[in-house]
């Protein structure tokens, strides 16, 4: 049976909020990725708001830190080491592709999952679920493709759901003939780059190599965190299907696979 992960058994720069609901059992894990500029405390907040049955949620903070001049009470972090400023807006460029995302992704799949929730604590990678939003969401579509985690056909994650998030160019795998099996949920707003059509380069870049895709489009204009039931809804529907659960199961009953 799985344990119960503390946040010292964790890199310190992820600095992890864990959380589990009242009277549930930890059957599965899903790991929350915020967005450029946020932090694990503040992102929290929202897997404590859903409330998920039979899941600890465990929100990972972004491992480096903003420049001083953009961030000066030290609290705004990024998954990205290398940080750029996009020149047609003035903002940073949370674009995987040229604020590159490869350390983060190898802590979250190599150090968080692999060595950590599953050799260290005995759950299982298709009971580990990511949720990442923005460059969060970049990280979270690149770790099932991780050379830790996708090297064995065997080995498939629970599910992973992403806001905005682009999958990173150089985090595409080389054999484009085998598709990671890992289910995928996509959400973005109608002016996203990912709802120009299935055959925009976000989008199909996803579809390459993933083989169980969903994408929903938002009636709202940005991708922006949901904040109605309606805009929650697919993101429930997707999780009632990829989350495990032993509720009525007894303890002591083995899975025969």
Not at 49 to 58: E, M, R
Not at 119 to 132: M, N, Q, S, T
Not at 152 to 171: F, K, N, Q
Request: aromatic share 6%; glycine share 6%.
């Amino acid at each position: 049976m799985p344990t119960m992960p503390k946040a010292s058994d964790f890199p310190a720069s992820l600095n992890p909020v864990i959380h589990l609901p009242p009277n549930t059992t930890a059957t599965n894990v899903i790991l929350f990725l915020p967005g450029l500029g946020d932090n694990a405390t503040n992102f929290s907040s929202f897997p404590r708001a859903l409330n998920l049955p039979d899941a600890l949620t465990i929100t990972l903070n972004p491992p480096f830190p903003l420049p001083v001049p953009l961030d000066p009470d030290g609290t705004s972090r990024s998954w990205s080491e290398d940080l750029h400023v996009d020149t047609a807006t003035g903002s940073l460029d949370a674009d995987p592709d040229s604020s590159p995302v490869t350390r983060a992704v190898n802590l979250v799949a190599h150090d968080v999952i692999r060595d950590t929730l599953v050799a260290k604590h005995a759950y299982r990678p298709d009971h580990i679920h990511l949720f990442g939003f923005g460059q969060g969401g970049s990280v979270a579509l690149a770790v099932p493709l991780h050379a830790s985690l996708s090297s064995s056909p065997s080995v498939t994650l629970g599910g992973v759901m992403a806001i905005g998030g682009v999958l990173p160019l150089d985090t595409l795998p080389s054999d484009s003939e085998s598709k990671n099996r890992t289910p995928v949920l996509l959400l973005s707003g109608s002016s996203s780059p990912l709802a120009a059509g299935p055959d925009s380069s976000p989008l199909k870049r996803v579809k390459d190599v993933f083989e169980f895709i969903t994408y929903h489009r938002w009636k709202k204009a940005g991708d922006t965190m949901p904040k109605s039931r309606e805009e929650v809804l697919p993101m429930m529907q997707f999780w009632a299907r990829c989350l495990k659960s032993r509720r009525g199961v007894p303890d002591d009953a083995v899975e025969i696979s």
